[in-house]
C-alpha cells in the first residue's frame, strides 16, 4: 500500500528552471509477511519511474528519526506537492513532524553538505560546470544551509524557497555567485560555522525520543494491519 508519493527536488524547492526534472518520493506499507516473515523489503522504486525512490514505512522512519534531509524535508513539503498521502500517514508523521527534530539534524545536514562540497569540486558534470567547479551542486549546498538556518531559527526549514531565497540561489547556479571554487568554499565554511554555534544555543532537544517514536510505529501498523480491517 502506497501511504505518500510526493513530488521533490527542484520544483518543490522553487529553484525549478526549464530544464528541470520532476522528480518523485514516496513511503509505503510493508505488507505481514515482510514485518513477520521470510518476505525481503527495502526501498523500492515507483512503477514506470525507476528513478524515483519510495522507502518502507520502518526505512523511512528510522532515516527520518536520524535527521536526514531528504526523508525530513518531505513532512515540511507545501500540501500542492503531496500527489497522494494516506490521511493516517499525515496525522501520525506530518502532523508531529517537530518531534522529529533534534540536534542530530544539524550533524545530518552538515554532514551531507560537507559530502555536496566534494562534488562541487570535483566538478563531474560538464553541463553545470562554471568557473572550474559544478554550480548545481555547489546551489544545493547553500539550499542545504538555508534549510538547516530556519529550522534552528523558526523550527521549519522552509522547503519552498522565497523569491529572495530563489535569486541568490539560482545566481550560484548559474556561476554568477562566485568566481572561483575558492570563494564559494570560503563562503561555504562560514555558514557552517555559523550554523555549528547556532544549534549550540538552538531550542532543538539533544536527540529524538526514540521511545515515542517507536510507540507511533507499533500504532501505525497495529491500526493499518489489524483494526483498520475490522472496520
Same mark, same amino acid.
Given at each position: 500500500?502506497?501511504?505518500?508519493? =510526493?513530488?521533490v527536488g527542484s520544483?518543490a524547492?522553487?529553484l525549478?528552471?526549464?530544464?528541470? $526534472?520532476?522528480?518523485? +518520493?514516496?513511503?509505503?506499507?510493508?505488507?505481514?509477511? /515482510?514485518?513477520f516473515?521470510?518476505?525481503?523489503t527495502?526501498? &523500492?522504486? #515507483? $512503477?514506470?519511474l525507476p528513478?524515483?525512490t519510495?522507502?518502507?514505512? /520502518? @526505512? #523511512?522512519?528510522k532515516?527520518? =528519526?536520524?535527521?536526514?534531509?531528504?526523508i525530513?524535508?518531505i513532512l !515540511?513539503?507545501? $500540501?500542492?506537492?503531496?500527489e497522494?498521502i494516506?490521511?493516517? #500517514? +499525515? &496525522?501520525f508523521?506530518?502532523?508531529h513532524?517537530?518531534k522529529c527534530?533534534?540536534k542530530?539534524?544539524?550533524? =545530518? *545536514?552538515?554532514g551531507?553538505a560537507?559530502?555536496q562540497i566534494?562534488?562541487?569540486h570535483?566538478?563531474? +558534470?560538464?553541463?553545470h560546470s562554471?568557473?572550474? *567547479?559544478?554550480a548545481k551542486? =555547489?546551489?544545493h549546498? #547553500?539550499r542545504?544551509?538555508?534549510?538547516? +538556518?530556519?529550522?534552528?531559527?523558526h523550527?521549519?526549514? @522552509?522547503? %519552498?524557497?522565497?523569491?529572495? &531565497?530563489?535569486? %541568490?540561489?539560482?545566481?550560484?547556479?548559474?556561476?554568477?555567485? %562566485?568566481?572561483?571554487?575558492?570563494?564559494?568554499?570560503?563562503?561555504a565554511?562560514k !555558514?557552517?560555522?555559523e550554523l555549528d554555534s547556532?544549534?549550540?544555543?538552538?531550542y532543538?532537544v $539533544?536527540?529524538?525520543?526514540?521511545?515515542?517514536?517507536n510507540?507511533?510505529l507499533?500504532?501505525?501498523y497495529r491500526?493499518?494491519?489489524?483494526?483498520?480491517r475490522k472496520?
Amino acid at each position: 500500500m502506497i501511504l505518500l508519493k =510526493a513530488m521533490v527536488g527542484s520544483n518543490a524547492y522553487n529553484l525549478n528552471i526549464t530544464s528541470s $526534472d520532476t522528480d518523485y +518520493r514516496g513511503v509505503y506499507l510493508e505488507d505481514l509477511g /515482510q514485518l513477520f516473515g521470510l518476505k525481503s523489503t527495502g526501498s &523500492t522504486h #515507483f $512503477d514506470g519511474l525507476p528513478d524515483d525512490t519510495i522507502y518502507p514505512l /520502518q @526505512q #523511512f522512519v528510522k532515516l527520518l =528519526a536520524k535527521g536526514n534531509p531528504n526523508i525530513l524535508e518531505i513532512l !515540511w513539503l507545501k $500540501d500542492e506537492f503531496y500527489e497522494h498521502i494516506d490521511p493516517l #500517514f +499525515r &496525522t501520525f508523521f506530518v502532523d508531529h513532524r517537530e518531534k522529529c527534530l533534534s540536534k542530530n539534524v544539524t550533524k =545530518a *545536514y552538515l554532514g551531507y553538505a560537507r559530502g555536496q562540497i566534494g562534488l562541487v569540486h570535483k566538478n563531474g +558534470r560538464p553541463e553545470h560546470s562554471k568557473n572550474g *567547479y559544478d554550480a548545481k551542486a =555547489a546551489m544545493h549546498v #547553500f539550499r542545504l544551509l538555508y534549510q538547516l +538556518r530556519n529550522l534552528l531559527e523558526h523550527g521549519d526549514p @522552509q522547503v %519552498f524557497v522565497n523569491y529572495e &531565497t530563489r535569486k %541568490f540561489l539560482l545566481r550560484i547556479r548559474s556561476g554568477s555567485m %562566485f568566481g572561483l571554487f575558492e570563494e564559494f568554499e570560503k563562503e561555504a565554511n562560514k !555558514w557552517f560555522e555559523e550554523l555549528d554555534s547556532l544549534s549550540e544555543s538552538s531550542y532543538l532537544v $539533544d536527540a529524538v525520543d526514540y521511545e515515542w517514536v517507536n510507540k507511533m510505529l507499533i500504532e501505525f501498523y497495529r491500526y493499518k494491519h489489524f483494526l483498520e480491517r475490522k472496520e
